[in-house]
């Protein structure tokens, strides 16, 4: 098959910002998941709960001293509401900072407030409304998301006033309750017990019920919203592609020409700086793709330079998984060409487009055939910059092999400079932030790109998204993505390897592409190292997935 379009159709180019799929990046990606959704409307459900508690608890403190009863009893209910006061107070106050909803304050607040209410139901009496309060909060803790501890707390309650109930009804404690037994009988006083019993379990089941049809109910909304942001990607993607061939395929103006040794044909690339011409060598008839420069770049000095510099940077490499450059043209020849084999397949847009999300396996396969060529270029001290599917072609013309293509905006470190005055270049949806901020950038910035490619290719989603290229780069410099395994089903491990290679400082990073690939495939065997996941578990404790930085979120 001869590739047309994408393989070439970038080759070359000014350095610009590529517009990305119609998808905002909270659309794409929910920044928070369903379990994460549900945690904070368990926290915000909680605080109104302490609100509703220590409202009732000020009440019943302000009218026990004035209703009579038992002393006793009554001494008891204070005691009672005063603890269940300063556990309402505690935990209100820890309830809002990071991590301060646990399992264990949750439990020693409930069972504060609900032992309060024990007291309650021994005061005014076990046949009274009291009982009531055991109801409200088993409808309302029931919901939370520790099954153990909800069920804990139900048996608690559900066991302590049959008890309490048993007790005072076989005559084994006192009845000091402002509404007593007696009037009713042992066994009308056992009939309330079992209705008051039976609308606990009720209230609890429910509770269980609710939340359940909760999270199916958001889990299908999600994966709907995911599904709807994953086609609009896709089609966009193909138009963009669309935009591309419609350039391509036809007769340009060098075709049918001979430049050095070579014929060109028709036209499989264009680009803002050139086009790539599909060519054969007059006397071998070897096939291969030519690359020349728009007229408007060949009045420009800088960009001639820079045409010059890629067919220098290119030449040098000779990896097998980097595009091989065959001929170069002499610095006397009127229009510079360089010439490079010709490939066959389709670059890895393409296939995206075609099945939207890779096996862990295959981009395991890929991220170490890519990390060959970039270590490959690293070692000739050459950073590429623009890494992206479009710049990754799986050749089929031999051994099927990915390369990376267009070293046009590449870097030569022991040179330095970039021949870009100052300007940003690169793709946004996959450029480093540093890069972003058109900051100094070294081969970490390969790196970040090559775990972009590789979130795109697990998840069906570019890691950020949307139609504004500024707020794209902004997004790259002050958030996380969503968690890759909230997208899709991916192992932890998956996770813990992309948090590492999508960190926003370099030095946080996998130190080289090499790297990225071997911890990447140890993640899909499940095989990674506990080094490696506290490490990434130590980064998203500064920045989470989905969040914003601190700095950037304060303004800074």
């Not at 920044?31 to 009440?59: K, M, N, P, Q, Y």
């Not at 603890?83 to 107070?89: D, G, N």
């Not at 996380?480 to 999508?502: E, K, N, Y």
């Amino acid at each position: 098959m001869v590739k047309r379009g994408s393989a070439w159709s970038d080759v070359g180019s000014l350095p610009t910002l590529d517009t990305s799929p119609k998808t905002s990046h909270g659309e794409a990606g929910m920044a928070t998941s369903v379990g994460a959704a549900l945690h904070l409307d368990e926290v915000a459900r909680t605080r109104v709960f302490l609100r509703v508690v220590f409202s009732l608890v000020a009440v019943t403190l302000a009218v026990v001293p004035f209703l009579g009863g038992d002393p006793f009893a009554g001494r008891l209910l204070m005691g009672g509401c005063a603890a269940a006061a300063v556990a309402c107070a505690l935990f209100h106050r820890v309830i809002g900072k990071p991590g301060g909803y646990t399992s264990g304050r949750l439990f020693a607040f409930v069972l504060t407030a609900l032992s309060a209410v024990m007291c309650g139901v021994y005061y005014f009496g076990i046949l009274s409304a009291a009982p009531i309060g055991f109801v409200l909060g088993i409808s309302v803790f029931g919901m939370a998301n520790r099954t153990r501890v909800t069920l804990a707390l139900y048996l608690f309650t559900a066991v302590g006033y049959a008890l309490l109930a048993a007790l005072v009804v076989g005559g084994v404690i006192a009845d000091r309750g402002l509404l007593p037994v007696t009037p009713l009988g042992t066994s009308g006083a056992l009939v309330i017990v079992a209705v008051v019993e039976a609308f606990m379990c009720f209230s609890y089941v429910q509770a269980r019920l609710t939340r359940r049809t909760t999270i199916d109910a958001v889990t299908r909304l999600e994966r709907a919203v995911r599904a709807v942001a994953q086609r609009e990607a896709v089609l966009q993607e193909a138009r963009q592609e669309l935009d591309r061939a419609a350039w391509i395929g036809g007769p340009g103006r060098f075709t049918e020409q001979t430049l050095g040794s070579w014929r060109l044909g028709v036209v499989i690339g264009r680009g803002a700086m050139g086009e790539v011409y599909e060519a054969e060598h007059v006397g071998k008839g070897a096939p291969a793709a030519v690359k020349l420069l728009h007229r408007n770049v060949l009045a420009e000095p800088h960009l001639l330079e820079r045409f010059v510099r890629e067919a220098s940077a290119a030449a040098r490499l000779t990896s097998r998984h980097v595009v091989r450059v065959l001929e170069v043209s002499p610095e006397s020849a009127a229009i510079p060409y360089l010439v490079m084999e010709r490939l066959r397949g389709h670059d890895l847009a393409h296939h995206l487009r075609s099945e939207r999300r890779f096996r862990p396996e295959r981009v395991a396969e890929l991220v170490r055939e890519v990390a060959e060529g970039l270590e490959h270029a690293r070692a000739a001290g050459i950073v590429h910059r623009d890494l992206k599917p479009h710049n990754i072609f799986l050749d089929e013309s031999g051994p099927v092999a990915w390369k990376i293509l267009d070293f046009g905006m590449s870097k030569l470190v022991d040179q330095g400079g970039t021949l870009t005055r100052g300007q940003i270049v690169g793709t946004p949806a996959f450029m480093s932030p540093e890069q972003a901020q058109g900051l100094e950038v070294d081969h970490r910035t390969d790196v970040y790109a090559l775990a972009a490619v590789a979130y795109r290719a697990l998840t069906g989603t570019m890691a950020f998204t949307g139609d504004d290229p500024i707020l794209v780069l902004r997004d790259v410099m002050e958030k996380m993505p969503p968690r890759p395994g909230q997208l899709t089903p991916l192992s932890p491990q998956l996770d813990a390897v992309l948090a590492i290679g999508l960190t926003k400082r370099p030095e946080d990073r996998f130190d080289t592409a090499a790297e990225l690939a071997t911890q990447l495939a140890l993640a899909v065997k499940g095989e990674l190292g506990p080094a490696t996941v506290e490490r990434a578990h130590a980064l998203l404790g500064k920045l989470a997935w989905g969040g914003v930085s601190r700095s950037h979120a304060a303004g800074v």
